[in-house]
Every structure is written in C-alpha cells, then in structure tokens.
C-alpha cells in the first residue's frame, strides 16, 4: 500500500492547542544548551595544547636519536679498545688510536650531558602540558554535568506534559492505496487500517507501538475505475514518554558516543586528547559526541586537528617524505616523553597489539578509550558486510493478476 509521508511538521501542524506547547526541546531549553556550549568552549585550549603535544613528541624523538648517536659511537669506542694490543704491537698510528680514544669519550660525555638535560626539560613540559590537559578535563567534566542536568530537567517536564489527562496527539494525514476494483472503499480502509496506524506511531517521536489510540475517523475517501483510493484519515493519541525521545535527546545534547576511524599511510602512534590510543595505519575509536583534539605521530612528523564528532565518520592523516624505519645495531636505553594513563612517545620498539572485539556505540559521560586495530584484508570485510542481498521468490505474472484473484489491495 501507498501512504502519505507523516513528518514531524506535519504532526505538529495538526496538533491541537493541548499539543501545541509540548516540544520535545523549548527554545528557552535551546538557550540553555547554547549558554553551556559557548561557556565551554574548548576550542583554542584544545588547539594550543595539542601544538605543545606534538613539540613535545618531536623532542622526545630527537633525544631518541641522540641516545642512538651515544650508542653507535659507545660502539666505535669499544672497537678502538679492542683493536688497542694490535696498534700498540704494530708501533704504527698508535698517537692517531689514542687521540680517536680519547675523542670517542669526550664526544659521548657530551651527548650524554645534553641527553640528560634535554630529557629534564621534556619532563617539566610534560607535566605542564599534563595539566593542561587536566583542565580540559575538568571543563569537559563540568560540561558534561550541565548536559546531564538540561536532559534531567527536560525528562521532567516531558513527563508532566504527557501525562495531563487533556495531552493529545492529533494527526491529519492524506493517503492512497491500491484497492481489487472489486473491493469497496471501506473494505479496503479497514484492511489498510493497521499498516497506517504502524506508519504513523513510527512517525513520531511521541509515539510507539503502544501508544494509545483514543480515535480514528475517514474524513474523506474516493475511489477510481482502476481500484486507487485516496483517503484523509484523523486520527488522535495519547503521547507518552519513550525510547525514542530519550535518543533524540542524547542526540541533541551531546550525550551520545560515535565509532571514529582513524587512516594514515603509516603506523602512526594515535592520540586523542592526550591520551593514547594505539598504532597503526588504521584504527576504530569510541569517543563521546563533542570536540576532540586528534594528534598523529610518526617518526619527527605530526598531524593534528581539533575536531568536532558528531557521529561515526572518518579521519586521514596522511605523512610525506617518510624514511623507512631502521633497526638499530643496539639497543640503548630511550628517553621518551611519556605521560600516564597512555601519552607515550613511541620508541624503536614496538609491541603487537591484540585485536579485540569492537564495542557498539553506547551513551557514555566520558568515551571507555576502546581502539581496535584493522589490516586492509579486514577493512575490506568490515566494508562489504554493509550489503544485503534480497532472494525473491516466484510472483505471478502481472500485479493485476495478483489484486483479480486475492483480493488484497497492493502497496505502492
């Protein structure tokens, strides 16, 4: 059957004066929540702490690099000792061995020096940009509270609205179906009764397949030679508090979680936040609906942006003129720039990250910080299981064959 289109402008335009005031959100709740959004406003904290962020991460890989320049010329020291005995024997060049001798531990003294000092200063920056970090936090906290107070207080008023014995949901709408020409206009309007009263409690946010229905009247119907009927049906409900309006509220207002992914073209080190993630050239990540600073690292490169999440979407972050990463002769001990809970600047070693089931979208205060990490064979799974595949079965000849011999009227 062929229906009219039941939109929530249309549902209001019919509502009666009992309705007409009850909103899912009021403008004076509209400005509450854009008081909240303006007073924590996180924009160029986000920006200024993710720049020192990612300072702080190309430091921490030079003194990575310094710690491996201290090892390889730990290494030629250790060469020169060795061939000592020879040259002293040879009487040859011996004044030379002695003067790179003595060059070689002048020279990793120094870089040990510098090393040490560098790793100091990182360590004060990290914990200033810790607490930055915090603070942001706390907004986010406080934010996150007021959110939480505005939906509090807009259930309540929801729920003494709906339940006044005189709250009513009226609804006009206009129709068409196909009928057997054989059938009578009200036979017809009683087969199509039920798939109309469905069509209509899916419609609206105030409604659901228990809602009450307090009456139901044709106000018009005619129908042509060939079986279309036309139809205008009033029909009024008794609203109610449901699931529906509690999504669009935590839609509305921030409280609701999304699944980002995250792309580059190298096994980036990924940070949101501060915090991090996970490795790799692709990841999922749950995160609260709201603005996030996002940070990529690579190598002495960062990519980073503040974002503003409000579903599940996808990020790239692509990195240039990229070296191939090196194993190093040694293993020495690596200065890095770590902070707790997971800020970690990634040393030449890595660790295999298991992968772990993804977790649904869920309502969350704060995101649960789950990451999972995909290969391309994976993606491409992930990505065709989007399909769907429909087997039909065998149907008569014509769809006027079908309405001859059934009777059943047919949707359009």
Known sequence: MRYGSISLALLCLYASNSFAALEVITNSEKQTLNKIETEYDIDSLLINVNDKFSQLNKKAYDVEGLKKTIASEQQRYDELIDGLPQAIRAKSALPDTYKQIEESVILVDELTLKAEEDSKRLETEKVEILSEYEQINKQRTSKSQQLFKLKTDITNR?????????????????????????????????????????????????????????????????MNMRGDLNYKVAMKFKPSYNNKIDDMLNEKLGLKSAMVTLVSNVPADWFVNGIKIGTGKKLFHEIPLGKHGILASYQNQDQSSVESIEGNGVFNYKFANVAAAKKPVSKPSVVVAEVPKGILKPSVKSTQQPVVQKPKAKYTLFSDQTSIKLSDDDAKKTSSDKGYEYFMGVTPATKKQNIEFTNEPIEK
């Open 158 to 222: 929801l729920i003494a609205d709906l339940s006044k014995s005189s709250s009513t949901l009226p609804v006009n709408i206009n129709g068409s179906t196909e009928c057997s020409k054989y059938q009578t206009i009200a036979d017809c309007l009683k087969e199509s009764q039920s798939s109309i009263l469905s069509n209509t409690r899916n419609e609206s946010p105030f409604l659901n397949d228990k809602s009450v229905l307090l009456s139901y009247e044709v106000i018009d119907a005619n």
